[in-house]
């Protein structure tokens, strides 16, 4: 009996004391008796007749025989930390990936229309950029209106509702008659794919925290595929159906993901920052048992600083994120001005290769030339033209693992900061006039894989660095930003540079520079750390246990 006695007293002591939950956040005080636990020790005051000791000994008890399971408790991110990367993320990135490819196919459009319509339609420089930009205007106006729905309404909404206009546009657009209905289908077809970059919002939520960077990166090889398979489609295509064929067949991987989005998870975090913490439950079961993995066993622990300020973009310019946010909006319009500026120029430049050195010495004019404003110069990309744009296509890859190789040794700041440096390098190299072709094709592959890479390491930052209620918003915003340069770039690679290169490129090298003093800036380096899943803080809610939140395995 006494050896009983002491077990009781050492298993209250030992309960007695300050309570850490996994996250290492601190309980000052012991969970003090419910009232029925009081009644059944005034029961046993009685029964040992009031001594105190003996009282004392009734309650040690009766607590030991009521608290002998622990209080246990796991957020989102220690349950998908745990439960690792395995078949659920593997299947999760096949459904991301599909949709990137069909967004990289209609960007990779975009270098291949303007040359065609200017043959075709005989339409001017000016409205070459134009059908450019009126794609980048509609993903500018959109993308932070899909944050905001996929913040409220959830991310699997949100990337449904854009397959399936996304499909529906871009089907349209094959049939346009004239060169305002092009305009008009391709500004919705920018409309819906300003909600793609949410893919990757719903992607990095599921994906454990040493995994998260070089899976994001690994996404950029479906957007390289896509822009690949498109090159690849229009060297079929374009020779012998015309461009409206190709817009049409280019909707397919489009038609796929619609498809499929009703399989699409909901992110857990969204769930539980939603206040719908059995959703949550119900999903992580789902990657635990794909992943063979057991669940985890207490409950889910739920943040009251998420609930009723999700999406408020408002908050993304609060104390807090206001530096961050300013940032962050800047190097991605230097980033998507530099990408795109890049995939328009290839074209542009192999249009012109045969011209584009001066008869002075073999150096380019500084002078700048008017740009013509008729299509009598009309020049179809050739075979040759369409295999050197698969090159500096492919020229992603390569940046895309030497991405994955710096990003976690250096930090994300570094590494976005590096390749604006090096892109910058790249664009001044091609004010060097070269007759050899394969010099132009060589600093295109170059400048365009180092450009992708500071693209994906920006989308590996930007979910990290925001919590998890401003996370799409965040994102949105960003993505705004990006199509704000990709709206000015046609100007720059379509416009200016037929008019003066050394100027042109010039604008491409100072927006680099820029950029990568941007990065350094950035308050905050995101390397090795977690989401967060608050704007105020780490303020964690327990819930009652009369909340179905209760995993049992």
């Given at each position: 009996?006494?050896?009983?006695?002491?077990?009781?007293?050492?298993?209250?002591?030992?309960?007695?004391?300050?309570?850490?939950?996994?996250?290492?956040?601190?309980?000052?005080?012991?969970?003090?008796?419910?009232?029925?636990?009081?009644?059944?020790?005034?029961?046993?005051?009685?029964?040992?007749?009031?001594?105190?000791?003996?009282d004392l000994l009734g309650q040690e008890i009766e607590m030991t025989s009521v608290s002998v399971v622990p209080d246990d408790t796991f957020t989102v991110t220690q349950a998908v930390n745990a439960f690792g990367f395995g078949k659920f993320q593997v299947q999760l990135s096949l459904f991301t990936g599909l949709c990137w490819m069909a967004d990289s196919m209609e960007m990779t459009i975009l270098s291949?229309?303007?040359?065609?319509?200017?043959?075709?339609?005989?339409?001017?420089?000016?409205?070459?950029?134009?059908?450019?930009?009126?794609?980048?205007?509609?993903?500018?106006?959109?993308?932070?209106?899909?944050?905001?729905?996929?913040?409220?309404?959830?991310?699997?909404?949100?990337?449904?509702?854009?397959?399936?206009?996304?499909?529906?546009?871009?089907?349209?657009?094959?049939?346009?008659?004239?060169?305002?209905?092009?305009?008009?289908?391709?500004?919705?077809?920018?409309?819906?794919?300003?909600?793609?970059?949410?893919?990757?919002?719903?992607?990095?939520?599921?994906?454990?925290?040493?995994?998260?960077?070089?899976?994001?990166?690994?996404?950029?090889?479906?957007?390289?595929?896509?822009?690949?398979?498109?090159?690849?489609?229009?060297?079929?295509?374009?020779?012998?159906?015309?461009?409206?064929?190709?817009?049409?067949?280019?909707?397919?991987?489009?038609?796929?993901?619609?498809?499929?989005?009703?399989?699409?998870?909901?992110?857990?975090?969204?769930?539980?920052?939603?206040?719908?913490?059995?959703?949550?439950?119900?999903?992580?079961?789902?990657?635990?048992?794909?992943?063979?993995?057991?669940?985890?066993?207490?409950?889910?622990?739920?943040?009251?600083?998420?609930?009723?300020?999700?999406?408020?973009?408002?908050?993304?310019?609060?104390?807090?994120?206001?530096?961050?946010?300013?940032?962050?909006?800047?190097?991605?319009?230097?980033?998507?001005?530099?990408?795109?500026?890049?995939?328009?120029?290839?074209?542009?430049?192999?249009?012109?290769?045969?011209?584009?050195?001066?008869?002075?010495?073999?150096?380019?004019?500084?002078?700048?030339?008017?740009?013509?404003?008729?299509?009598?110069?009309?020049?179809?990309?050739?075979?040759?033209?369409?295999?050197?744009?698969?090159?500096?296509?492919?020229?992603?890859?390569?940046?895309?693992?030497?991405?994955?190789?710096?990003?976690?040794?250096?930090?994300?700041?570094?590494?976005?900061?590096?390749?604006?440096?090096?892109?910058?390098?790249?664009?001044?190299?091609?004010?060097?006039?070269?007759?050899?072709?394969?010099?132009?094709?060589?600093?295109?592959?170059?400048?365009?894989?180092?450009?992708?890479?500071?693209?994906?390491?920006?989308?590996?930052?930007?979910?990290?660095?925001?919590?998890?209620?401003?996370?799409?918003?965040?994102?949105?915003?960003?993505?705004?930003?990006?199509?704000?340069?990709?709206?000015?770039?046609?100007?720059?690679?379509?416009?200016?540079?037929?008019?003066?290169?050394?100027?042109?490129?010039?604008?491409?090298?100072?927006?680099?520079?820029?950029?990568?003093?941007?990065?350094?800036?950035?308050?905050?380096?995101?390397?090795?750390?977690?989401?967060?899943?608050?704007?105020?803080?780490?303020?964690?809610?327990?819930?009652?246990?009369?909340?179905?939140?209760?995993?049992s395995q």
């Amino acid at each position: 009996m006494a050896q009983i006695i002491s077990a009781a007293r050492r298993k209250v002591k030992g309960r007695g004391g300050n309570y850490e939950d996994l996250d290492g956040h601190v309980d000052p005080a012991p969970h003090s008796p419910p009232d029925s636990l009081r009644s059944e020790q005034g029961a046993q005051h009685s029964i040992y007749g009031g001594d105190d000791s003996n009282d004392l000994l009734g309650q040690e008890i009766e607590m030991t025989s009521v608290s002998v399971v622990p209080d246990d408790t796991f957020t989102v991110t220690q349950a998908v930390n745990a439960f690792g990367f395995g078949k659920f993320q593997v299947q999760l990135s096949l459904f991301t990936g599909l949709c990137w490819m069909a967004d990289s196919m209609e960007m990779t459009i975009l270098s291949i229309l303007s040359p065609a319509l200017h043959c075709e339609w005989h339409i001017t420089r000016y409205q070459q950029a134009l059908t450019t930009t009126v794609v980048f205007l509609g993903m500018m106006l959109s993308s932070t209106f899909w944050g905001n729905v996929s913040d409220r309404y959830g991310r699997k909404k949100a990337l449904t509702m854009c397959a399936v206009l996304l499909f529906y546009y871009g089907l349209l657009s094959s049939l346009a008659p004239n060169f305002l209905w092009i305009l008009f289908l391709r500004g919705l077809v920018g409309f819906a794919i300003g909600c793609v970059p949410q893919s990757v919002t719903l992607y990095a939520e599921f994906l454990p925290t040493k995994q998260r960077a070089k899976c994001v990166v690994l996404l950029d090889c479906f957007w390289a595929l896509g822009a690949c398979f498109e090159v690849l489609l229009a060297l079929l295509v374009m020779p012998t159906m015309g461009w409206q064929w190709l817009l049409a067949l280019s909707t397919t991987p489009l038609l796929v993901f619609a498809c499929i989005c009703p399989w699409l998870p909901e992110s857990a975090r969204y769930h539980v920052a939603s206040g719908q913490p059995d959703k949550a439950l119900e999903t992580l079961q789902k990657v635990a048992k794909d992943n063979g993995k057991p669940m985890l066993l207490g409950r889910l622990v739920v943040d009251d600083a998420s609930m009723g300020r999700r999406g408020r973009i408002r908050d993304l310019l609060g104390a807090e994120l206001r530096r961050t946010s300013l940032l962050l909006w800047f190097i991605w319009m230097a980033c998507a001005f530099c990408y795109y500026g890049v995939v328009l120029m290839t074209t542009e430049l192999f249009e012109a290769s045969a011209n584009r050195c001066a008869s002075d010495g073999g150096s380019f004019s500084s002078q700048i030339k008017p740009v013509e404003t008729c299509s009598a110069d009309c020049k179809e990309l050739t075979t040759t033209d369409y295999i050197d744009l698969l090159w500096t296509t492919l020229a992603e890859f390569p940046g895309i693992f030497a991405t994955i190789f710096v990003i976690e040794r250096f930090g994300r700041k570094r590494t976005m900061a590096v390749q604006f440096v090096i892109f910058a390098v790249c664009i001044y190299f091609l004010l060097i006039c070269s007759a050899e072709r394969s010099f132009l094709t060589a600093m295109l592959f170059m400048a365009r894989g180092i450009i992708a890479g500071v693209f994906q390491a920006a989308y590996v930052y930007t979910p990290e660095v925001y919590p998890t209620p401003l996370r799409a918003v965040g994102v949105g915003s960003c993505s705004a930003m990006a199509r704000l340069g990709a709206m000015v770039t046609p100007y720059v690679a379509q416009v200016l540079l037929n008019s003066s290169l050394p100027l042109a490129m010039t604008v491409y090298g100072l927006a680099a520079l820029l950029a990568a003093v941007a990065c350094f800036l950035l308050p905050i380096e995101t390397k090795g750390k977690e989401m967060k899943e608050s704007v105020s803080g780490p303020q964690l809610h327990r819930p009652q246990p009369t909340q179905p939140t209760t995993a049992s395995q």
